[in-house]
């Protein structure tokens, strides 16, 4: 069973930063884009920001551009989402997914075209 597991969550202050990890348990998705999605209490899940299979290509929501960095090592089958100058907003549940089409050079945007998913990990950003 493929999995992917999310970590580095937790409690921070405004304008703290994270590093949130996304480590997959097989090399298959080292062909598949990947992307950051989160969700809010009593909001829709939304997208953050996606990288593509090269690690080439990056696209970023309005909401974290300036901010928020994706970036990959296939070597390590991981992929990470910087996160800087945080926001009370920001506060969600973020999960990583792969792409369900191999090969993509421009990352997509929305859930239905991700497989596979992690189960998320929690950022609090609090005074």
């Known amino acids: 069973q493929v999995q992917l597991v999310e970590s580095g969550g937790g409690l921070v202050q405004p304008g703290g930063s994270l590093r949130l990890s996304c480590a997959a348990s097989?090399?298959?998705?080292?062909?598949?884009?990947f992307g950051w999605f989160r969700q809010a209490p009593g909001k829709e899940r939304e997208f953050v920001a996606g990288?593509?299979?090269?690690?080439?290509?990056?696209v970023y929501a309005d909401s974290a551009k300036g901010r928020f960095t994706i970036s990959r090592d296939n070597a390590k089958n991981t992929v990470y989402l910087e996160m800087n100058t945080l926001k009370p907003e920001d506060t969600a549940v973020y999960c990583c997914?792969?792409?369900?089409?191999?090969?993509?050079?421009?990352?997509?945007?929305?859930?239905?075209?991700?497989?596979?998913w992690g189960q998320g990990t929690q950022v609090t950003v609090s005074s």
């Open positions: 997914a792969a792409d369900s089409t191999p090969f993509r050079k421009v990352p997509v945007t929305t859930p239905i075209q991700y497989n596979y």
């Open positions: 990288v593509s299979w090269t690690g080439g290509n990056t």
């Open positions: 097989t090399r298959t998705f080292s062909r598949n884009a």
